[in-house]
């Protein structure tokens, strides 16, 4: 099997967007030639693309030509739910993801906190005691003993709740102070808004610059930055917005989770939505649910009822804003239908269905509320790299849910098969900014009849993301589009269907289709060469 891969000094072609650049002999995945091997870029966006022959007319109109060298050229991901600065501490401070056990994250507390002596809060994320063998969070009497008693701040991987020390706790009063449950809720709110205000502004530029950095290393060129009220603050919000927009690197989009729309609109958000909370996490157990947990005697916790997601539904379509919740639980997604539909009864279905209001995660789907998705025009910005990471027989799913519902989750066959748009994200720092392992997590769902294409996967992570946010004009290689581009080093493209036991090699001239990389489990993933954004450079691949 041949690589196809470039001079990755050279790989990404325009340095300005106002240079007209031609990429030629490589392979580029364009609906517009499922067989074009050149492309040309112009003032920001593409101008042409097709066959390697006929390449040979722009040569002479063109400030430079990039040899492809046979790599692959496809649109750049946008990972349609982010929390940028939460994601960039993980990447620059404590991440407790990969910890093997209880004793080790403890051990690793301990050294982070021997090695920042400065830093007003400790700041980790990332535990999940259902990983573990001991099976349960850090007490706080061992948190206070690994840190020799300063504040601390660490946020289960779900970031729904949080285990923290005494010294953070005195910051915050009025919050309980049981030793053996982490945090939720009202009092993981305020322990986490305590926390993240003592992140100072070079911190917090810090972390943003990392996270917008490995973004564009992995090929991403637009992020939904999730922020609101709880989440984040409106100066972490505008200041990412801000950072953004004074250097080259991928796009931000950002929402705002607030029922006030004129602060939404005020803070330059794109729509009140993003995680907007109906109900909280399976892992946290605050996933509003129909029926009882299997792992314990309650249903979660519910946040907003049918009436509240009604009238801000109606609201933001007067407004010509979009709407959007987060809403995890069957119980949960049932008030997102039912106040929909009552919002369209209102306002007018058409209205409804055009500002394309979404629903982040919608894990817990059931036929009725499927159709209901598709009725009401509502997207589903939902997160593969979930099931990856919970799913399976063994996994937390079937802890928290039982087998028989934890099999029901994440259905996104049923939901393309129904017509709901799908826009596919990481929730980083929750699962890593990782955008072909999350496009492999759909095609190889851990339940079979729930995987989708390939194709599928890898438009609902590109075009997906654009048409969430009421665009369709762009997350594709065609002429008039956006110059959001990456280069790619990667093996044989193929034409595959959801069942890895079914491949066509994309020479075969019937397919018609443009090709993508074989992503079977255990095949490596393709490597990011170049990011470009409108046409400007964002990230090269050093050489060696």
């Known amino acids: 099997m041949t690589d196809r891969t470039a001079d990755s000094a050279t790989a990404a072609g325009a340095t300005a967007p106002h240079r007209t650049v031609l990429l030629r002999r490589g392979e580029v995945h364009s609906p517009a030639d499922p067989f074009a091997t050149a492309m040309v870029v112009e003032r920001g966006h593409i101008a ?56 080790d994250a403890l051990d690793r507390v301990r050294a982070y906190a021997d090695a920042r002596p400065a830093d007003r809060v400790l700041l980790g994320h990332g535990w999940d005691a259902a990983r573990w063998p001991e099976r349960r969070a850090p007490r706080r009497e061992e948190l206070d003993q690994a840190t020799g008693g300063r504040p601390l701040y660490l ?19 009025g919050v309980r102070t049981r030793d053996d449950e982490p945090l939720t809720r009202d009092d993981h709110h305020a322990v986490r808004a305590a926390a993240l205000d003592a992140v100072t502004p070079a911190q917090r530029a810090e972390a943003q ?15 939904h930055e999730c922020g609101g009220p709880g989440i984040s603050s409106a100066e972490d919000f505008t200041a990412l917005l801000e950072l953004a927009a004074s250097r080259p690197g991928p796009r931000v989009f950002g929402y705002w989770a607030d029922r006030d729309l004129d602060r939404a609109k005020a803070l330059g958000a794109v729509g009140a939505a993003g995680d907007l909370f109906v109900d909280g996490a399976l892992g946290s157990h605050t996933a509003c649910l129909h029926a009882p947990y299997a792992d314990a005697g309650h249903t979660g916790t519910g946040y907003l009822d049918a009436p509240a997601v009604a009238e801000h539904i109606a609201a933001c379509t007067e407004a010509g804003l979009q709407a959007g919740f987060h809403a995890i639980g069957d119980a949960a997604i049932t008030a997102v239908v039912e106040g929909a539909r009552a919002a369209a009864a209102k306002v007018g279905l058409d209205r409804v269905r055009a500002a394309r209001h979404r629903v982040e995660h ?10 209901a998705f598709a009725e009401l025009g509502l997207t589903a910005s939902v997160q593969p790299a979930f099931d990856a990471a919970w799913g399976g027989a063994d996994g937390m799913y079937a802890d928290r849910l039982g087998a028989d519902r934890a099999r029901t989750l994440n259905p996104f066959a049923a939901l393309l098969k129904a017509g709901v748009p799908l826009a596919f994200g990481s929730d980083a720092p929750v699962t890593p900014l990782d955008p072909w392992g999350t496009v492999r997590a759909a095609a190889f769902h851990k339940t079979p009849e729930h995987r989708i294409s390939v194709r599928a996967a890898f438009t609902a992570h590109t075009r997906g993301g654009w048409r969430a946010l009421g665009r369709d004009d762009a997350g594709v290689l065609v002429p008039g589009a956006p110059a959001d581009y990456a280069v790619w080093q990667t093996g044989e493209l193929v034409v595959q269907a959801p069942d890895d036991r079914v491949a066509r090699w994309s020479t075969d001239p019937r397919s018609g289709t443009p090709g993508l990389p074989d992503l079977s489990p255990g095949r490596d993933l393709p490597v990011c060469l170049a990011t470009v954004v409108g046409g400007r450079e964002v990230f090269v691949r050093p050489q060696g």
């Open 209 to 223: 610059q990392a996270a917008l950095d490995r973004a564009a290393s992995l090929g991403i060129g637009s992020v």
């Open 48 to 103: 042409w693309v097709g066959s390697e022959g006929a390449a040979d007319a722009f040569v002479q109109g063109v400030d430079e030509v990039v040899d492809l060298d046979g790599a692959l050229v496809t649109p750049a991901f946008t990972d349609a739910h982010v929390h940028t600065t939460s994601a960039g501490l993980a990447l620059t401070g404590l991440d407790l993801s990969t910890a093997r056990s209880l004793a």
């Open 155 to 173: 946020s289960r991987i779900d970031v729904h709740s949080a285990v923290v020390t005494t010294a953070l706790l005195d910051l915050v009063p």
């Open 362 to 371: 919608a894990e817990m789907m059931t036929p009725d509320t499927i159709a």
